[in-house]
């Protein structure tokens, strides 16, 4: 059974850091790109981050670049969302999401960021 | 960026009847090196992670009924949704993958 189990959300003031986990089992982890997808509530889904399987080639939305930083041990089979100079702006549900042919197929249960002071 | 656009944003249709939302991306995500379009339809309901309904704009994911169908190409797409169930009701996004930022569209809430 894949499964995509995320950790790390929570409450943070403005301008703080938090970082997010997602484990994934039931597939090979190593051979897909991962993604970070976030919905504010209320309001649509936005794609965040991508990551390559071997982790060297990354890419951002414009609205979080140079403050998301998006990573994954593949030893571990665990995808990271490091995300500092949070804004209130940034509070959603982030999901993780793996790339399958065609499709975002796998997707974690979401896990809430609020920011707020 | 690649804008993706909905219509309508929401949508009342009666149980049985058809349901129709229609997605227009800014250009084409028609991929020249596999033909396929970049495209893929999914069903978000409240405290749930969105789910595949369609995928390359005309796949049906495994799983999902038959009543569910995508068609189009290149920049103007439509899901379908026949005979509509009480369990349709959602909100509906389509989102392309052809380049970076992978848009989606603002969603289409779909009520009985």
């Known amino acids: 059974e894949v499964q995509l189990v995320e950790s790390g959300g929570g409450l943070v003031q403005p301008g703080g850091s938090l970082r997010l986990s997602c484990a994934a089992s039931g597939f090979t982890f190593s051979d897909r790109w991962m993604h970070w997808v976030r919905q504010v509530p209320g309001k649509g889904l936005m794609w965040v981050s991508q990551?390559?399987?071997?982790?060297?080639?990354?890419t951002y939305a414009d609205s979080v670049k140079g403050r998301f930083t998006i990573a994954r041990d593949n030893t571990k089979n665990t995808l990271y969302l490091q995300m500092n100079s949070l804004r209130a702006e940034d509070t959603a549900v982030y999901y993780c999401t793996s790339f399958g042919p065609g499709k975002f197929d796998y997707w974690g249960q979401g896990n809430l960021v609020t920011v707020s002071s | 960026d690649i804008v993706m656009t909905q219509s309508p944003d929401s949508l009342a249709v009666s149980l049985g009847e058809r349901a129709t939302i229609n997605c227009k991306s800014s250009?084409?995500?028609?991929?020249?090196?596999?033909?396929?379009?970049?495209l893929t339809w999914y069903q978000k309901k409240p405290g749930q992670p969105p789910k595949v309904l369609i995928y390359w704009a005309s796949v049906r994911e495994s799983g999902v009924p038959d009543r569910f169908s995508g068609s189009g190409s290149g920049t103007d797409f439509t899901l379908t949704i026949n005979s509509l169930q009480a369990e349709d009701v959602a909100v509906y996004y389509c989102q392309q993958y052809y380049s970076p930022p992978y848009t989606f569209g603002q969603g289409t809430k779909l009520e009985i």
């Open positions: 990551i390559h399987p071997d982790g060297r080639m990354t």
């Open positions: 250009q084409s995500v028609l991929s020249s090196s596999n033909n396929h379009n970049s």
